[in-house]
């Protein structure tokens, strides 16, 4: 089991895709390199263009006697600097990471400046509309618990049930920034980027918080607001709890 | 007058230069575009090859009648992405970036994990020994005050008065990184990097503190530490103090 991080900005998403040079196919070449037989990597979250990831996890099957905890190091040799391992250990070759139940936290960072930050704007939404933070948590509570998210899903999606648990959602100022960060038991297409899209609608007060109840019932992606960029989405840990 | 941020990564420097692409340059080009005529910028720090800033000084002379704080949103419709103007005003034809006295304030970043992080790598320098800030804390008082400060200066420079003024050094923890915050009147050619690389080398417990004293002393390049990579280096401020 890999824990991988990236930055997201040069590539086209986790998974593999004809147009553009993708995540999953980085460290299938490497290990496959590495290791000198044909590896496939299966990722937890199949992470969007340009999103990034601090903690998504990856598993593979090998011949190699490599020790767990040190394939990490002998594939950071290899990988370029925007992808880093952050760990690696030995599991169960019957566990697989998109069906075991799992917590996952994403962070949405929003920069709430008059200009935008060329230190940051890599990995946050530049916003120069002052946003209200205690209206966005007014907004964001209606979210919390078991709902069908429908409303909160891109079109393009093969997922047929869209009942999720979202278990916290933390807003705060860090200096500039604005963090929104989300746990819950999964996520739909895009879930976690038209949540934050709705609630900068919402911060700047385009959107008043009780309406946020209205969107989810709806279960109609029209009634939620924007798809916020991908520059500022970041999947932070994914923590299994079996 | 210009505030200027950005992103190193990409330039050869403040300063133009034969090979490669210089802040300097772009600001020249896109307010020459926008005024539509020949504009050249003085700024306040040279930074090198790979140093970022937050608030670099920029003045320049110019027909142009836009009042001084539009200067800035129209100037940043031109810049690319990791360019980003923070703030202009009209100032006194007789100012001059360099020649005023001033408080700048440098910060170094170390990420001071064993893993490199992605999201972070472009701003900050990656080291993996464990570093004391308390050492590194102890070495930094002997730098306070005016000295000559030749031992900290890279030999390539036409600077004869090597006497600077360092007003306060700060060493933080944020998170995972170590923040040296240096405030002084002027900084040698490299100064802070080699200050930077020295304190890293006394975190590790390469260098005892007190041998910062005899470093300073010996007024030679050779007895400090390592110039630190420029991708941890960011002007954070200048102060105008007249």
């Known amino acids: 089991m890999l824990k991988v991080a990236y930055l997201g ?6 998974q593999v895709q004809p147009n553009g040079i993708s995540i999953e196919q980085i460290l299938n070449e490497n290990l496959s390199d590495l290791f000198g037989e044909d590896v496939k990597v299966i990722g937890a979250s199949r992470t969007d263009a340009g999103v990034h990831a601090l903690g998504n996890i ?25 992808i880093v391992i952050q760990g690696s250990k030995e599991v169960d070759p019957d566990f697989h990471p998109r069906h075991a139940d799992s917590v996952k936290t994403y962070e949405y960072r929003i920069l709430n400046t008059t200009f935008d930050n060329p230190l940051r704007s890599a990995q ?3 916003y120069y509309m002052k946003l209200d933070v205690n209206l966005m948590r ?32 933390d807003i705060e100022r860090e200096g500039e920034e604005i963090v929104i960060r989300i746990k819950g038991n999964g ?12 609630l900068m609608e919402i911060g700047r007060g385009k959107i008043p918080p009780e309406e946020m ?14 798809t916020a960029p ?4 970041t999947l932070v840990e994914i923590k299994y709890t079996e």
Chains 1, 2 share one sequence.
């Open 187 to 198: 996520f739909l297409y895009n879930m976690v980027r038209i949540i934050a899209g709705t």
């Open 213 to 226: 109840k209205d969107i989810l019932e709806a279960k109609d992606r029209t009634a939620a607001g924007p």
């Open 124 to 126: 946050t939404c530049f």
């Open 138 to 169: 007014r907004g964001a509570q209606y979210l919390l618990g078991e709902h069908d998210f429908s409303s909160f899903c891109a079109p393009r999606t093969q997922v047929t049930d869209f009942v999720r648990n979202i278990f916290s959602i």
């Open 9 to 14: 900005t040069a590539y086209c998403g986790w």
């Open 58 to 82: 990856a598993v593979f099957d090998t011949e190699s006697r490599m020790p767990g905890d040190k394939v990490s190091f002998a594939l950071n040799q290899r990988l370029p600097e925007d």
């Open 230 to 233: 991908a520059k500022g989405l």
